[in-house]
């Protein structure tokens, strides 16, 4: 009797978990904590100090807690972020755009999904020791996309974007901006974006905390700024999302 075939499932892009390093040091502290709360009642040292116990439970459910925020923004905050960026572009499936700080792709593969004869360019420091995956990490997640005759790669500076003047429709960011080490690195990166961006071109940028000074340094850059928007807790950080156009 002939055994039946076994269909593999087609493997899909790998994400990852955003600070894996933070979220295993958190979830040891957190377990530390709990431990240390309920063996503290056993000890002596509960009758000089009967709070410290309690106090070693509440931290303990706290840093888990932040486990599962973190957790919560890995497995479906940053997509929903994500989806809620590529909804501000009118797609016509031509656009040229650009992704600053790749990652492992999630915009760059979201944003070519939905194009024809366009492209996406994906810019990161991958190189960097604060690099948060390596770009043979990310042309595996687009070849498993089943886009990579959209998407290119490159390993740039984002102060200096090695590509003529007006050369995209769209330009993204997702939690990226904010490594820049440099305070002058902002505004910097702020005018070579609008300087690639084309006539009528958008920029969304959703990062942590820094929403007024991102629409300041893009206003003086001479885009058109929409007033920041603060999105709603679905993750660890709180992320607003800045959108600007070129008139």
């Excluded at 479906?76 to 790749?102: A, H, I, S």
């Excluded at 939905?114 to 997640?141: C, F, H, P, Y």
């Excluded at 003086?220 to 600007?244: D, I, M, N, S, Y």
Aim: charge should be positive; proline fraction near 4%.
């Amino acid at each position: 009797m002939k055994q039946a075939l076994r269909t593999r499932r087609p493997l899909k892009p790998d994400y990852g978990i955003d600070k894996p390093k933070a979220l295993a040091r958190l979830f040891l502290a957190g377990m530390a904590a709990l431990a240390s709360g309920y063996l503290l009642p056993s000890y002596d040292v509960a009758a000089t100090a009967p709070l410290l116990g309690p106090t070693f439970l509440a931290l303990g459910c706290l840093s888990l807690g932040a486990c599962v925020l973190m957790l919560a923004w890995s497995l479906k905050g940053k997509f929903v972020v994500r989806d809620r960026m590529l909804n501000l572009v009118r797609w016509r499936g031509d656009e040229t755009v650009l992704d600053l700080g790749t990652g492992r792709g999630l915009l760059a593969i979201g944003a070519a999904s939905r194009l024809k004869t366009g492209m996406v360019v994906g810019i990161d420091a991958w190189e960097s020791e604060r690099a948060s995956a390596t770009i043979e990490e990310a042309q595996r997640n687009i070849d498993l996309a089943g886009v990579a005759d959209r998407v290119e790669l490159r390993n740039d500076d984002p102060r200096d974007i090695g590509f003529v003047d007006k050369s995209f429709d769209v330009v993204l960011s997702l939690s990226f901006l904010h490594t820049l080490d440099k305070e002058a690195a902002r505004p910097a990166t702020c005018r070579e974006i609008a300087r690639v961006l084309r006539a009528r071109g958008l920029v969304a940028i959703a990062d942590v905390g820094r929403g007024a000074e991102w629409a300041k340094a893009l206003e003086a850059a001479g885009l058109k700024v929409e007033k920041p928007q603060r999105l709603p807790p679905l993750a660890f950080t709180a992320l607003e999302l800045v959108v600007a156009r070129k008139t």
